[in-house]
């Protein structure tokens, strides 16, 4: 599975492109090519490289809603589960999963209190939830300052970043 911040190389005949939004959730087992575009948001892949099964989310809140309000899926916890249990009801084994994970990034330019900082918790929670899971996080691209778009390939594990518009340069 590489990460390459070089240019994404053209779409094989039969691949379909979906795009993430924020609070999607999704998986493949046919080839597929997943974007999306993440400021301090996260989105982690997850890739079984035997099955070819992937996946990928994109949540804006770390932890868990204190309340049904709107998709759980907006949120770290619920995300990153419902990823898991997408990719092993595909085929994937959940034991041969590995991850990468993208986006934290704070965007303000301002200094804000450290627990408004919602893209260093958006990160911490995907790291200990990964660790809990037992997922070997084998490439990130992860705080700063600048958003990224990510291109994943659910039947490859290839992922490309590239670094939107640093707003605090």
């Known amino acids: 599975m590489m990460v390459s911040s070089l240019g994404v190389p053209p779409l094989e005949q039969g691949v379909e492109t979906r795009y993430v939004l924020p609070g999607d959730v999704v998986s493949a087992s046919a080839p597929c090519r997943f974007v999306t575009v993440l400021g301090s948001c996260v989105a982690v892949c997850l890739y079984d490289s035997i099955a070819k099964i992937g996946g990928i989310n994109h949540y804006l809140l770390p932890g868990a809603p204190l309340q049904q309000e709107g998709s759980p899926w907006r949120w770290s916890d619920a995300s990153i589960q419902e990823l898991m249990r997408q990719v092993v009801e595909r085929g994937a084994t959940a034991r041969r999963l590995k991850a990468k994970v993208f ?46 778009k990510i291109v994943f390939e659910s039947h490859t594990g290839n992922a490309w970043v590239k670094h939107l518009r640093d707003q605090n340069a």
Request: glycine share 18%; aromatic share 2%.
């Open 103 to 148: 986006g934290g990034a704070q965007i303000s330019p301002r200094n804000v209190h450290c627990g408004f900082k919602i893209g260093e918790r958006n990160i911490e929670q995907a790291l200990a939830l990964l660790d809990r899971h037992g997922v070997e996080i084998i490439s990130r691209s992860i705080g700063g300052h600048a958003g990224r």
